[in-house]
């Protein structure tokens, strides 16, 4: 499995940005694909997931309302919306992987994708 993340950049709060993941290597009907981000001195933490097949999703709370995760399965691309960004958005996000599509949590994932930076400033 490779997952190839792209979109992130600079942007002032408020703003917003849309990060990509393309995936490659497998059929992901059976795959559920995640969010993480990474914050300068902080350990990784769940942003989001999305079940392929289904697309069911899932966020952890302080984004729910502002991203939307979201998949086109014919382009084999996951998508974050990031709307309404803050500061403490900042982080390096990455993609990841993992089988099994019952349902999009925040654990276990296999498979990551190098990181994207996000900048979110005040």
């Known amino acids: 499995v490779q997952l190839q993340a792209s979109g992130g950049g600079l942007v002032q709060a408020g703003g917003y940005l849309r990060l990509s993941c393309a995936a490659s290597g497998r059929t992901f009907s059976s795959y559920t694909m995640g969010w993480f981000r990474q914050a300068p001195g902080k350990e990784r933490e769940f942003v989001a997931a999305?079940?392929?097949?289904?697309?069911?999703?899932y966020y952890r709370d302080s984004v729910k309302g502002r991203f939307t995760i979201s998949r086109d399965t014919a382009k084999n691309t996951v998508y974050l919306q990031m709307n309404s960004l803050k500061p403490e958005d900042t982080a390096v996000y990455y993609c990841?992987?993992?089988?099994?599509?019952?349902?999009?949590?925040?654990?276990?994932?296999?498979?990551w994708g190098q990181g994207t930076h996000v900048t979110v400033s005040s």
């Open positions: 999305i079940t392929w097949s289904g697309g069911r999703t």
């Open positions: 990841a992987a993992k089988r099994g599509n019952n349902y999009p949590s925040p654990y276990n994932y296999l498979y």
